[in-house]
Nanobody, 124 residues
Framework: VQLQASGGGLAQAGDSLRLSCAAS??????MGWFRQAPGKEREFVTA????????YYADSVKGRFTISRDNAKNMVYVQMNGLKPEDTAAYYC????????????????????WGQGTLVTVSS
């Protein structure tokens, strides 16, 4: 399985961006997004289970970011609204064949497949 992320770019505070992740090979279980800012560890952003009905968000993005997926197209999206400078990071999509439980959803080691990062830069 290969994951291809896209949609990053430059934005101003308050702007919106939508990131996309294309999965080749097969439909995965839980898919998610992580981000890594310069000098910081990779952190969980959001995830969605295969059905699309269960979604998880980091507190820092709750209410601003929305994750969705289209299993027919093997795509996962994250709509990012109300961007803030602290959202600046490389964003990575990740996936696993399993549907992760809540206690595992934020652990990057639970994800088997990773896309390349797409950079999001938000200026104030």
């Amino acid at each position: 399985v290969q994951l291809q992320a896209s949609g990053g770019g430059l934005a101003q505070a308050g702007d919106s961006l939508r990131l996309s992740c294309a999965a080749s090979g097969r439909t995965l279980g839980t898919m998610g997004w992580f981000r890594q800012a310069p000098g910081k560890e990779r952190e969980f952003v959001t995830a969605i289970r295969q059905s699309g009905n269960t979604k998880y968000y980091a507190d820092s993005v709750k209410g601003r970011f929305t994750i969705s997926r289209d299993n027919a197209k093997n795509m996962v999206y994250v709509q990012m609204n109300g961007l803030k400078p602290e959202d600046t990071a490389a964003y990575y999509c990740a996936g696993t064949g399993r549907n992760l439980i809540l206690s595992s959803i934020r652990d990057p080691d639970q994800y088997d497949f990773w896309g390349q990062g797409t950079l999001v830069t938000v200026s104030s």
